[in-house]
């Protein structure tokens, strides 16, 4: 993915593609180039502050509670499932390491999903956020399914938009979670 000027050169599967800069293929490429496996994920405001050439490192992301969003529940839940799924195997073949990390992780899990439950087992509701997490949860999920589309909608455009929307995991955090080769090259947005 290389940005020259306004336009974007995206090659995938042997396809160039052309696309007018969106902020949506912005974040794709961010995410491509700072939060491919085995990095981490990058936090919705962190990844608006890299989009805008801003540091992320100045932008506060924590919370006095911890709120879980439905899309971040849900992705927690499965990871639960996978980690107990995962600890099965590991005891199976008989690497204890392995199983006891995976109970670690699988305790971590639960912990942050009881913080995140009001008394009583319900779940926190959110209201107004004033640290704009869910507002830049929404904006940057909107953007990227937006140039996703506009990806799809392109000649020779429908793998890569099909790898784009099964390897891109949205939410509170974002990552990327494909195992392409990719070469990466734009600057951030000049600051206003």
């Not at 540091?55 to 980690?83: F, H, M, N, W, Y």
């Not at 990806?151 to 979670?177: D, E, F, M, N, V």
């Amino acid at each position: 993915m290389v940005l020259r000027g306004e336009v974007w050169e995206v090659t995938f599967d042997g396809h160039t593609l052309m696309l007018d800069g969106t902020r949506g293929l912005r974040y794709i490429a961010l995410l491509i180039r700072d939060a491919p496996p085995g990095s981490g994920p990058l936090h919705a405001k962190e990844l608006v502050a890299l989009a805008d050439g801003r540091k992320s490192d100045a932008i506060e992301l924590e919370r006095p509670d911890e709120i879980l969003d439905t899309v971040a529940q849900k992705q927690l839940l499965a990871r639960l499932e996978e980690v107990a799924a995962e600890r099965d195997r590991a005891a199976a073949v008989d690497d204890l390491a392995r199983a006891a990390r995976l109970d670690d992780e699988y305790e971590r899990i639960v912990a942050t999903l009881s913080r995140a439950a009001a008394p009583g087992g319900r779940r926190r509701k959110a209201g107004a956020f004033d640290d704009g997490t869910e507002k830049a949860r929404k904006a940057v999920a909107k953007a990227i399914s937006e140039a996703i589309a506009r990806i799809q909608s392109c000649r020779g455009g429908a793998p890569l938009a099909a790898h784009l929307t099964s390897t891109i995991r949205k939410g509170q955090w974002l990552s990327y979670a494909g195992n392409t080769d990719w070469y990466i090259d734009f600057q951030p947005l000049p600051r206003k």
